[in-house]
């Protein structure tokens, strides 16, 4: 009878365990259920900062957009002292070519007599002083980084011309009309300056837009919104008066 009583006990024990383990595993999971709500309670911020209107529709930072590494670190000044040196540089071959009025096979010429008589002078320097013709070392320019620079631009103009032919296939009057207009204002600033000038300021833009816009994009984000809101709202008077009113004949399925 005493290990009947003992048995009944244990398995009572048992019993109460189970329900105990039970209760705090319920108390736990509501616990880690109010903590997850709790957590995704100030996921909202990041949910509304999200719908932030930005410049082109970016979504990565500006580094990003200008196509990461040492070119982006050279336009936005992450090094002042090579990004200055570069826009410098760039500056002098203009003042020398657009102001002093340089031209370019003469620089060729006159660069390549400087270096010949000065190595002619130092080899025959060095060999009065020293008995023996100096190494003069070889120059050798390497094919491999030639041949990237090639494939880039070929994939580059590969892409546009691709563009232009979407463009063209009257598939997509808005982006006809805004390739038209970027080429009528680039024939305007062309008549102004010649090919080197625009080069350049191109060049300085490159060097200081970026960055301003990346120091106050919190301030022209709004601003470009309104202005992308007006440009829409013309288009689409412009696409009723207009451009709803011309004539497109049904395209023409081909059999393969």
């Known amino acids: 009878m005493a290990e009947e009583a003992e048995s009944k006990q244990s398995t009572m024990e048992s019993v109460m365990e189970k329900i105990s383990e039970k209760i705090h595993g319920h108390d736990s999971s509501s616990s880690s259920s109010d903590s997850d709500s709790d957590h995704e309670k100030p996921a909202s911020p990041s949910s ?4 932030i209107y930005r410049l082109f529709g970016r979504e990565k930072p500006v580094h990003h957009v200008l196509g990461g590494g040492k070119p982006a670190d050279v336009f936005l000044w992450r090094n002042k002292k090579i990004s200055g040196g570069v826009l410098g540089g760039a500056t002098a071959i203009w003042v020398l070519f657009e102001l002093i009025e ?3 096979l003469t620089l060729v010429c006159h660069v390549s007599i400087l270096a010949l008589a000065l190595l002619f002078l130092w080899s025959n320097i060095h060999t009065f002083i020293h008995k023996t013709p100096p190494q003069i070392p070889h120059v050798h320019l390497p094919e491999e980084p ?8 070929t994939i580059e103009l590969n892409q546009a011309l691709k563009l232009l032919r979407d463009i063209a296939s009257g598939r997509n009057p808005k982006k006809f009309l805004m390739v038209v207009a970027a080429f009528w204002v680039l024939s305007i600033v062309g008549s102004w300056c010649n090919f080197l000038t625009l080069f ?12 301003l816009y ?43």
């Open 48 to 51: 509304v900062k999200a719908k």
């Open 102 to 104: 340089y031209h370019l």
């Open 146 to 153: 030639l041949l990237q620079i090639a494939s880039a631009l």
């Open 200 to 211: 350049y300021i191109s060049f300085v833009l490159l060097h200081t837009v970026p960055v």
């Open 214 to 256: 990346e120091k106050y994009e919190d301030k022209v984000d709004p601003f470009a919104e309104k202005a992308m809101v007006e440009i829409k709202k013309q288009y689409a008077v412009f696409d009723a008066k207009v451009l709803s009113k011309i004539p497109k004949g049904p395209l023409k399925t081909k059999k393969v």
